[in-house]
């Protein structure tokens, strides 16, 4: 499998389950009958349940395949985006004339930030 094809699949069980947030049972307010909008998600053991908004009904396997790929992939991802922004980084700080990048007309320096501009806000950060 190819990177785009793996990062394709985890979009496609991103976008199949509930979405987020997702929440623990203290974060639900209940309305006055006692009800509340928000649906199991995901049940780990007695007592630990995730609860989210389905859209429709709740997509029990949709939810699992998301879950059990998170797992694996999430670490990667990580991995993978930590290594994506130290090269960014030092493409910006060590740009020189005879950096191949940068002989080809490229601003190192513009194309990098905004790069790690749209990482960040990817990221919520």
Not at 1 to 21: F, I
Not at 25 to 49: A, H, Q, R
Not at 56 to 71: L, Y
Not at 91 to 97: L, M
């Amino acid at each position: 499998m190819t990177l785009q094809e793996k990062l394709n699949e985890l979009e496609r069980l991103s976008d199949a389950a509930t979405e987020g947030p997702w929440v623990d049972k203290k974060d639900i307010t209940l309305d006055s009958d006692g009800f509340s909008e928000f649906c199991p998600i995901v049940s780990v053991g007695k007592g630990w349940v995730i609860y989210g908004k389905p859209k429709s009904g709740i997509a029990c396997m949709s939810n699992h395949n998301f879950v059990k790929a998170s797992r694996t992939a999430v670490p990667q991802l990580v991995k993978a985006l930590r290594e994506c922004l130290i090269t960014l980084e030092l493409i910006s700080k060590n740009k020189t004339d005879d950096c191949e990048i940068y002989t080809m007309g490229c601003d190192c320096d513009e194309e990098c930030l905004r790069a790690i501009k749209k990482v960040n806000k990817i990221m919520g950060v």
